[in-house]
């Protein structure tokens, strides 16, 4: 299994930019599609963009299509999120999440979040605030 730490949180005003990365432990990291999801409080987390293993293929959720890009370097062991053009409903803990139960990158972003399986693997989150 992998363990994942994300980094690059911060506050950013409205139309600013911030990159997110999180960094895999484990040799296995490249068997894995990565995710990101983002939740804010009293609400159920949200898919927000998706890679497969390769980096062939990527999802997102229509509200950050042409803003954010996923983006994975599998010699590193990380997987990236660059957000452009943040708005203050982007605000939220962003998660990343490990995912070799999914047959692809659509079912990534379909699936319940609380699920709980074996290879379905989140990090602890980063706190992105965007002020307008």
């Known amino acids: 299994q992998v363990q994942l730490v994300e980094s690059g949180g911060g506050l950013v005003q409205a139309g600013g930019s911030l990159r997110l990365s999180c960094a895999a432990s484990?040799?296995?990291?490249?068997?894995?599609?990565m995710a990101w999801f983002r939740q804010v409080p009293g609400k159920e987390r949200e898919f927000v963009a998706a890679?497969?293993?390769?980096?062939?293929?990527?999802y997102y959720v229509d509200s950050v299509k042409g803003r954010f890009t996923i983006s994975r370097d599998n010699a590193k062991n990380t997987v990236y999120l660059q957000m452009n053009s943040l708005k203050p409903e982007d605000t939220a803990v962003y998660y990343c999440?490990?995912?070799?139960?999914?047959?692809?990158?659509?079912?990534?972003?379909?699936?319940?979040?609380?699920?709980?399986?074996?290879?379905?693997?989140w990090g602890q989150g980063t706190q992105v605030t965007v002020s307008s």
């Open positions: 999440n490990a995912d070799s139960e999914s047959p692809n990158v659509v079912a990534i972003a379909t699936k319940d979040p609380g699920r709980g399986y074996e290879y379905d693997i």
């Open positions: 484990g040799r296995t990291f490249n068997s894995y599609a």
């Open positions: 890679i497969s293993w390769s980096g062939g293929s990527t």
